[in-house]
């Protein structure tokens, strides 16, 4: 999946997600638990300018569980509080390994590095306690 499953660049809608994608700090990754729950967290990401998002976790995250047997997850961004500017995403995630880790990645450090300075002390620190990195395919946007 490329660049085509976000909406028109050309569109306001198709704008306003591609800037969220750019800008926003946090984005919620909902997997589903083994009972069927979905368990919606927030998490840091980066977007790749097409159609993956990157997500680095704890090792003992219950959401790896998750995707190991359901791949299926959302991403969404909150909304304007009066139920407007809403984006929800749907894709498949996977753990990936052909992925520099936090401190080593340039453009999450220009994103998340003071961030992760205040969270673990310091970029390597946040490496060391959040070193498993997940891609999700986005493969479906809606919203309005």
Request: glycine letters at 10%.
């Amino acid at each position: 999946m490329g660049n085509d499953v976000l909406p028109d660049s050309g569109s306001d809608f198709g704008q306003r997600v591609r800037r969220r994608l750019r800008e926003e700090q946090v984005v919620w990754f909902t997997t589903v638990g083994a009972d069927g729950t979905p368990q919606p967290n927030p998490v840091w990401f980066l977007w790749d300018e097409g159609a993956t998002a990157l997500v680095y976790n704890r090792a003992d995250a219950n959401r790896l569980t998750h995707i190991a047997s359901r791949e299926r997850v959302a991403l969404q961004f909150d909304g304007d509080g009066h139920g407007g500017d809403i984006v929800v995403m749907l894709g498949r995630a996977q753990l990936v390994e052909d992925v520099p880790a936090p401190h080593a990645n340039a453009a999450y450090v220009a994103k998340y590095g003071d961030a992760m300075t205040m969270v673990s002390g310091s970029p390597e620190a946040f490496s060391a306690a959040y070193p498993v990195a997940i891609a999700v395919q986005i493969e479906r946007i809606r919203g309005h």
